[in-house]
């Protein structure tokens, strides 16, 4: 088969199958970075999915779903996939973690274990060369989006993730990390479809339901997720000497569920939650703790109070301080 028809082969088969290759993930991850234009066909698609509001319109409920969904979800990528899987900040069993992964995954941001690879591998080189999604190295455009679609940055490094990769059934969601969100699209449009038939007064039909609570509210899921990558390093305020140039945003707070407290958690990335006083919301934490109640998570782990008492002090962004245990 001639090198271009493969390459073709690949990338279609890839959007099943995220660990097939024809190729190592080694060789993969040396390449420069580049677009890969038909790997990323699925994700064009999800935007132009957005336009489809042109024939499905608009009603109160779909707008109301497309809003829920989009918090409820940005939870998933918050709660989830960052302060759970890449950071281990509290603890679940292993089938809630289950449970949890497949919720995350509906926001069609790939799988657990390529999230906690990319996301460690964040931490370990922000700012510098290495780091795949920094604006300072990379630009603004590509810290935001151009990075998801470079080559280099498709596979999942299994062994940067080990105490991940040991449970078959997440290695299992993040190699096949299509299926989530199609059965998640797939009820959506049946959600409207059975809300057509037995609720007409709601004036939503499952064209609606798909367009407004998968395409545009994913669409704005990741976009809002992205300006952590492309912003949470540019605009805001520093109370911490960190290696990198991460800030805090009250308005990035507001748009991830806590998650613009960015500069505290590279400060300590062990802890819970981001807002590390009382007075910076952070309703990701909030939701946790609420979870903690019902026996559904435990062992939220804290601030340390040297750290928090380093933020209060005026000098403290300029003392050297030990970087927070990593996973």
């Known amino acids: 088969m001639p090198s271009f028809l493969t390459h073709i082969w690949t990338s279609i088969v890839q959007w099943i199958d995220s660990d097939y290759s024809a190729e190592s993930p080694e060789v993969l991850m040396a390449r420069p970075d580049r677009v890969e234009w038909t790997r990323c066909l699925p994700f064009i698609i999800l935007h132009l999915g957005c336009l489809g509001v042109i024939w499905a319109g608009i009603s109160p409920f779909a707008v109301i779903l497309c809003v829920a969904l989009y918090f409820i979800r940005m939870f998933a990528v918050t709660g989830i996939y960052h302060r759970y899987f890449s950071h281990k900040t509290y603890h679940i069993s292993r089938f809630t973690q289950f449970l949890f992964a497949i919720f995350a995954e ?24 290495e780091d795949a999604h920094s604006p300072h190295v990379h630009g603004f455009w590509w810290s935001h989006i151009g990075w998801i679609t470079s080559t280099r940055n498709f596979p999942t490094d299994y062994s940067q993730v080990k ?8 290695v299992f969601l993040n190699r096949f990390d299509t ?22 007064s709601l004036h939503t039909s499952g064209l609606q339901t798909l367009v407004w609570g998968f395409f545009i509210s994913t669409t704005f899921l990741f976009h809002g997720t992205s300006c952590i990558n492309s912003m949470a390093h540019l605009m805001g305020k520093r109370r911490y000497n960190t290696k990198d140039d991460s800030r805090n945003s009250f308005i990035l707070t507001l748009i991830t569920l806590g998650e613009g407290w960015h500069n505290n958690h590279h400060r300590y990335q062990s802890s819970t939650r981001n807002g590390f006083y009382w007075w910076e919301i952070d309703i990701t934490y909030y939701t946790l703790k609420l979870l903690s109640f019902t026996g559904l998570v435990s062992g939220l782990k804290a601030v340390p109070k040297s750290v928090l008492e380093e933020g209060r002090n005026p000098l403290g962004a300029k003392m050297p301080n030990p970087a927070s245990p990593t996973v």
């Open 106 to 129: 509906t926001c069609v941001q790939r799988g657990p274990l390529w999230w906690a690879y990319h996301h460690r591998h964040h931490h370990q080189h922000s700012d510098e060369e």
């Open 163 to 170: 105490d991940l990769a040991k449970f078959p059934e997440l």
């Open 179 to 200: 299926i989530v969100p199609a059965v998640f699209a797939a009820s959506l449009w049946f959600l409207g479809h059975i809300l057509q038939i037995h609720f007409p």
